[in-house]
């Protein structure tokens, strides 16, 4: 760990396969707190690179626990967090409305580290109980649409690393990673990054993955689409920069999409608007978020009506039906 500190202290970069042995090193808790830490806290001195990310990436799938999802075309809708804006839990509350729409969900989280709750937090508290057991797992997608996998359930790494991150309190290179280590490796992603930068190298990493993907990105600093102002979207089969207005949604306030200062309220906002209770920019922003992962499965079709399918979902119950059924 000595020799790679002083190559990063010299700004010099890992390449893949240096990035992929020092993680699963990490995992194999071969370090102690202080080198581990140490190791983490260069990453903020600097971007990451492609090479890193893909060896970092490549560490973590190997290690992971896997999940077979027996041929089940399901997407993963998830951010990298990091973006500090105390936003509702967006992606997870549009994960049950593209399930209500019919869709296989298979959802991959973990607690929050820099934020006030993460979708672990939230599903925890409103009585999700994380597992790790594969029939399980594909029960809740059969019957639900939906599963989740708590991350330190299948990555040793995140496991390892959990504490530090926690005591750092920071964004660091492994919220990069959660969205790239989904253990199901599932054939559709949504991916949400919190800077442009990260879209670009997220495209480079999906376009050798074979997967339907779209990377969104709000162009005010958001991991998300928030409606706040521009967004970008790149996705396999297009790219392109919407203006709320240009899919008939309205230009929202930051102050409209909070998300409350404790896990009781996070969960509170999340069901309040599961329940049809929500308010126009909430519902608005879980609709075109939800409407852009409906789009992995049809790229054929208007964003525009890949929304109105999720509104469906949301305004006749079938997405609070969901987490009904996950959590009864």
């Given at each position: 760990m000595k020799e790679v500190l002083n190559k990063l202290f010299l700004h010099k970069t890992l390449s893949k396969a240096e990035a992929k042995d020092i993680l699963i090193r990490i995992s194999n808790a071969e370090f102690n707190e202080a080198l581990m830490t140490a190791f983490i806290t260069c990453f903020k001195l600097r971007p990451i690179h492609v090479d890193e990310l893909e060896g970092f990436k490549d560490a973590l799938i190997e290690l992971k626990k896997p999940i077979d999802l027996r041929g089940i075309d399901a997407i993963d809708v998830c951010g990298t967090?990091?973006?500090?804006?105390?936003?509702?839990?967006?992606?997870?509350?549009?994960?049950?409305?593209?399930?209500?729409?019919?869709?296989?969900?298979?959802?991959?989280?973990?607690?929050?580290?820099?934020?006030?709750?993460?979708?672990?937090?939230?599903?925890?508290?409103?009585?999700?109980?994380?597992?790790?057991?594969?029939?399980?797992?594909?029960?809740?997608?059969?019957?639900?649409?939906?599963?989740?996998?708590?991350?330190?359930?299948?990555?040793?790494?995140?496991?390892?690393?959990?504490?530090?991150?926690?005591?750092?309190?920071?964004?660091?290179?492994?919220?990069?990673?959660?969205?790239?280590?989904?253990?199901?490796?599932?054939?559709?992603?949504?991916?949400?990054?919190?800077?442009?930068?990260?879209?670009?190298?997220?495209?480079y990493v999906f376009q050798n993955s074979g997967?339907?993907?779209?990377?969104?990105?709000?162009?005010?600093?958001?991991?998300?689409?928030?409606?706040?102002?521009?967004?970008?979207?790149?996705?396999?089969?297009?790219?392109?920069?919407?203006?709320?207005?240009?899919?008939?949604?309205?230009?929202?306030?930051?102050?409209?999409?909070?998300?409350?200062?404790?896990?009781e309220e996070a969960a509170e906002i999340f069901t309040t608007i599961l329940k049809g209770e929500g308010t126009i920019p909430q519902n608005s922003v879980a609709l075109v978020n939800a409407g852009l992962a409906i789009q992995c499965f049809k790229p054929e079709i208007a964003l525009e009506a890949c929304i109105e399918e999720a509104k469906s979902s949301l305004e006749s119950g079938r997405a609070l039906q969901v987490l009904k059924k996950l959590t009864r």
């Open positions: 967090g990091g973006d500090k804006k105390n936003t509702f839990n967006i992606s997870t509350l549009s994960a049950f409305v593209i399930a209500g729409a019919g869709y296989k969900v298979a959802k991959h989280g973990n607690y929050s580290v820099s934020s006030k709750c993460g979708s672990s937090n939230v599903l925890e508290y409103l009585g999700y109980v994380f597992t790790d057991e594969e029939d399980k797992l594909l029960k809740q997608i059969d019957e639900a649409n939906l599963c989740f996998f708590h991350a330190p359930l299948f990555h040793p790494t995140m496991k390892a690393v959990g504490p530090i991150r926690r005591q750092l309190g920071m964004v660091t290179f492994f919220n990069m990673l959660g969205p790239l280590v989904n253990p199901a490796e599932p054939p559709k992603q949504l991916a949400g990054v919190f800077n442009m930068e990260l879209a670009r190298l997220y495209q997967k339907d993907y779209a990377i969104i990105h709000g162009l005010d600093g958001y991991d998300e689409v928030s409606l706040t102002g521009p967004f970008s979207v790149k996705a396999s089969t297009y790219e392109r920069i919407y203006d709320p207005g240009d899919i008939n949604m309205p230009r929202l306030n930051p102050t409209d999409l909070q998300g409350g200062e404790t896990v």
